[in-house]
């Protein structure tokens, strides 16, 4: 029982490194992911992009697998130009290069 009391302190006092990082990335967005707006720019990119993957060129023909990514990050600017459609390997990848982790995931 007594090294369970002695766990809190260590954790607290772990690198900022090792902390997990909290960020909220929806307070940025434009358009919430399921408005009508979203859904509507989001068909038209996938048309546009005939559900192809713009990096490795799979086709996305199941339900979930294609992904519509903003491709400077910011999920603010929903302009035509800025998007893109990716499969989900390719866009997980994208998302974790940009948050910093080495892209495997």
Same mark, same amino acid.
């Given at each position: 029982? @007594?090294?369970?009391?002695? #766990?809190? =302190? /260590?954790?607290? *006092?772990? =690198?900022? $490194? %090792?902390? =997990?990082?909290?960020? &909220? $990335?929806? *307070?940025? /967005?434009?358009?919430?992911? !399921?408005?009508?707006?979203?859904?509507?720019?989001? #068909?038209?990119?996938?048309? /546009?992009?005939?559900?192809?993957?713009?990096?490795?060129?799979?086709?996305? @023909? $199941?339900?979930?697998?294609?992904?519509? &990514?903003? $491709? &400077? @990050? &910011?999920?603010?600017?929903?302009?035509?130009? !800025?998007?893109?459609? %990716?499969?989900?390997?390719?866009?997980? /990848?994208?998302?974790?290069?940009?948050?910093?982790?080495? @892209?495997?995931?």
């Amino acid at each position: 029982m @007594g090294k369970l009391k002695t #766990l809190k =302190p /260590r954790i607290g *006092a772990l =690198p900022p $490194r %090792l902390k =997990p990082v909290q960020a &909220d $990335r929806q *307070a940025t /967005r434009q358009y919430a992911t !399921n408005s009508a707006p979203w859904l509507a720019l989001r #068909l038209q990119v996938l048309l /546009r992009d005939a559900y192809t993957c713009q990096t490795c060129g799979r086709v996305c @023909g $199941r339900k979930g697998e294609a992904h519509v &990514d903003h $491709r &400077d @990050g &910011d999920s603010s600017n929903n302009h035509l130009t !800025n998007l893109q459609t %990716l499969c989900a390997p390719c866009h997980s /990848r994208k998302t974790c290069l940009e948050m910093g982790a080495n @892209g495997h995931g």
